[in-house]
């Protein structure tokens, strides 16, 4: 009998400070009970959520269950920086830049496909702009180096058609505050989401369309007929499908094994700013740099119900048990403490409220875990770090690829070739985490 045990499941180190900065959380049901469903989905983050959204458009009589580890929002779709980017954004690179003109052109119109899907969704949910703002973002440099990075992707931008204003270092203070930043490349289309406010919305909305249990780890699955029993500690579903968009944990259940990077990043958000502490911040109330050289840091002003705020996002760790440590989570938050008195030296006072610690899935070839792995058993995992713009995106694909047999997006996922395989262990890590560290160090400033 073929069957499929999942070797580990997710363990969140540190709270999702996005949700915890949120009213309290309306619970949605566990698994308590056996239940039969024509497609059973594993994972509630942005993947699984879209996945069920798009089926339910494509077929609204298909009888969908959703199984999420934990609760919606504490997983990585709850814990990123909120970036929803339209453009190309290698992190492998020294500037984002992608692979030339007609694949970056055709990323780009996917992204923008992604980022329909969510425009609709806020509609849906009525977001307010607080937690999902179209509203563009700045690359920004602290250093010459980053400048010239800027300058590249500029010009790169300007050859693909798409539109961009290189901001200069008093500009930039003007919108952020901060005196760090030499440069700044605008480029209007990426959309900024409060995360765990748009998969608490997105999560609530589906509850009347499918059936969502939080709190439900996937715990095996196996062949049942013509179709599979997926269980859970408490219960189990008989189904005809199983889509599986628990992203890293893909490998938990034996697929991809040693074809997927599993990276750690680490975030803190600083406590509500007083007003004292907000004029004399200046700038604007809401703005958000990612940093020129990508493994530099991420920075976000925000403002709104939830308070004005400053999140830092920078550190990463690979870890091919897909989790990480509280020891490794405190020495990135000395790091973020460091980076924030670097960008605002006039706020020595604020301190950092939540920090946290979250996964996301990598592949050496950039593509995707997608497709049919076993007789009606579907991936759409392995995001490479762009999980908010391509987990939506490979929700819709595996939704069309499931109820109406393909489509454009499937066949753009479909034809990325296999991951190739990491070196052995300890070879893996030891060299991983020496090029992650190495390339931080190199981003300095930034
Ligand atoms: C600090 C940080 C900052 C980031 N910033 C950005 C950003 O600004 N922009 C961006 O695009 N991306 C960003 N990312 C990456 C992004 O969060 C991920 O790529 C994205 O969440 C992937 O979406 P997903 O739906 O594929 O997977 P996930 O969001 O990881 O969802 C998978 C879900 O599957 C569940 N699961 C796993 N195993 C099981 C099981 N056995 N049973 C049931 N459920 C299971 C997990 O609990 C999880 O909720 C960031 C990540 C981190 C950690």
Not at 345 to 372: I, Q, T, Y
Not at 374 to 390: E, F, H, K, M, P
């Amino acid at each position: 009998m073929t069957a499929y045990t999942a070797k580990r499941l997710p363990r969140q180190t540190g709270p999702a400070g996005w949700n915890s900065i949120l009213p309290p959380q309306t619970p949605l049901p566990q698994l308590d009970r056996n239940l039969s469903a024509d497609i059973t989905i594993v994972g509630g983050g942005f993947a699984g959520l879209t996945a069920a959204r798009r089926l339910h458009q494509l077929d609204p009589t298909l009888k969908i269950a959703l199984l999420e580890a934990g609760r919606f929002a504490d997983g990585s779709a709850g814990r990123n920086s909120g970036f929803m980017i339209d453009l190309p954004h290698d992190l492998a690179s020294d500037n984002y830049a992608g692979d030339g003109l007609e694949t970056d052109r055709a990323t780009i119109a996917l992204n923008r496909r992604a980022i329909g899907f969510a425009t609709e969704v806020a509609q849906d949910c009525d977001l307010p702009q607080e937690m999902f703002d179209p509203c563009g973002k700045f690359n920004a440099a602290a250093t010459r180096a980053g400048d010239r990075h800027n300058q590249e992707f500029a010009a790169h931008l300007e050859r693909l058609g798409e539109p961009c204003t290189l901001y200069d270092r008093q500009q930039m203070q003007e919108i952020t505050g901060s005196p760090h930043y030499t440069s700044g490349l605008f480029a209007p289309g990426t959309v900024m989401i409060q995360p765990a406010g748009y998969v608490r919305a997105l999560s609530s909305h589906l509850a009347s369309q499918v059936s969502l249990f939080e709190n439900s780890p996937v715990t095996s699955f196996e062949k049942q007929g013509v179709g599979w029993l997926v269980k859970t500690p408490d219960a189990q579903v008989a189904t005809e499908k199983v889509i599986l968009a628990n992203n890293g944990h893909l490998e938990s259940f034996g697929f991809y094994e040693r074809r997927l990077m599993h990276i750690c990043l680490y975030a803190s958000i600083t406590e509500r700013l007083t007003p004292e502490q907000i004029k004399t911040l200046g700038g604007h109330p809401r703005w958000s740099v990612t940093p020129a050289d990508p493994m530099g840091t991420s920075v976000r002003r925000v403002s709104g119900s939830y308070g004005d705020r400053i999140l830092i996002r920078t550190c990463s760790t690979f870890h091919p048990t897909i989790e990480t440590s509280p020891m490794r989570l405190r020495n990135a938050g000395w790091v973020h403490d460091r980076k924030f008195r670097e960008r605002f030296p006039h706020l020595p006072d604020v301190k950092m409220e939540h920090r946290w610690a979250g996964m996301l899935c990598l592949s050496r070839n950039g593509s995707a875990a997608f497709g049919e792995l076993d007789t009606g058993v579907y991936s759409a995992c392995c995001q490479n770090g762009l999980g908010i713009a391509r987990g939506t995106l490979q929700g819709m694909g595996v939704a069309e690829l499931v109820a109406q047999g393909g489509s454009d997006i499937a066949d753009h996922f479909l034809a990325q070739p296999m991951p190739p395989r990491l070196p052995p262990e300890p070879f893996a890590s030891l060299g991983a985490n020496s090029y992650l560290i190495w390339k931080e160090w190199r981003s300095g400033k930034e």
